[in-house]
T-cell receptor
Framework: AQTVTQSQPEMSVQEAETVTLSCTYD???????LFWYKQPPSRQMILVIR??????QNATENRFSVNFQKAAKSFSLKISDSQLGDTAMYFC???????????FGKGITLSVRP | DTAVSQTPKYLVTQMGNDKSIKCEQN?????MYWYKQDSKKFLKIMFS???????INETVPNRFSPKSPDKAHLNLHINSLELGDSAVYFC????????????FGPGTRLTVT
């Protein structure tokens, strides 16, 4: 069974600064996908970024980038130039195959201070 | 042009009642899911259907019964509601062998009193 661990329950960052959210996972699968989802107060689940395990290059999406360390089973999210709209819960998630479920971490509450 | 829609968005009901939550996706996806988010915000899979066939059925009380009339719809029926069923229920969809992203609906907040 896969597990996803987000050990930090909450973080705070000053607007325009950079913050890194941590995530570790455990699996015996060789082919899998990792995701970061954002859930603002509206409760809509929004995909932030995705990483395929077979790709060595870290994924980036504008201000969001990941540090994927496959051997260490670590998948952290870096948010650069933090904006007030980044305030939300962030969930790290794992998916083993094309048709399988998402396994989520417990989430981290990020607050961006003006 | 809502991709994944759920109705209702809010549902308040009394213990013992039976209720349904409907989900529809217009993305042409072949796989749909139900997730439950509890009061601590923890998200967990409940069910998954692929082309109307049940493929994932986690440990969920049999008071919960998913129904997929076609591959664009996955409804969740809950019998004899209990206080512990209060949660946000999310529907999601994806397409096998394509992009691997799951698209989520807006969620249904169920409150059992």
């Amino acid at each position: 069974a896969q597990t996803v661990t987000q050990s930090q329950p909450e973080m705070s960052v000053q607007e325009a600064e950079t913050v890194t959210l941590s995530c570790t996972y455990d699996t015996s699968e060789s082919n899998y996908y990792l995701f970061w989802y954002k859930q603002p107060p509206s409760r809509q689940m929004i995909l932030v970024i995705r990483q395929e395990a077979y790709k060595q290059q870290n994924a980036t999406e504008n201000r969001f980038s990941v540090n994927f360390q496959k051997a260490a089973k670590s998948f952290s999210l870096k948010i650069s130039d933090s904006q007030l709209g980044d305030t939300a819960m962030y969930f790290c998630a794992f998916r083993a195959g094309a048709n399988s479920k998402l396994t989520f971490g417990k989430g981290i509450t990020l607050s961006v201070r003006p | 042009d809502t991709a994944v829609s759920q109705t209702p968005k809010y549902l308040v009901t009394q213990m013992g009642n039976d209720k349904s939550i409907k989900c529809e996706q217009n993305l042409g996806h072949d796989t749909m899911y139900w997730y439950k988010q509890d009061s601590k915000k923890f998200l967990k899979i409940m069910f998954s259907y692929n082309n109307k066939e049940l493929i994932i059925n986690e440990t969920v009380p049999n008071r919960f019964s998913p129904k997929s009339p076609d591959k664009a719809h996955l409804n969740l029926h809950i019998n004899s509601l209990e206080l512990g069923d209060s949660a946000v229920y999310f529907c999601a969809s994806s397409q096998v062998n394509r992009d691997y992203e799951q698209y989520f609906g807006p969620g249904t907040r169920l409150t059992v009193t």
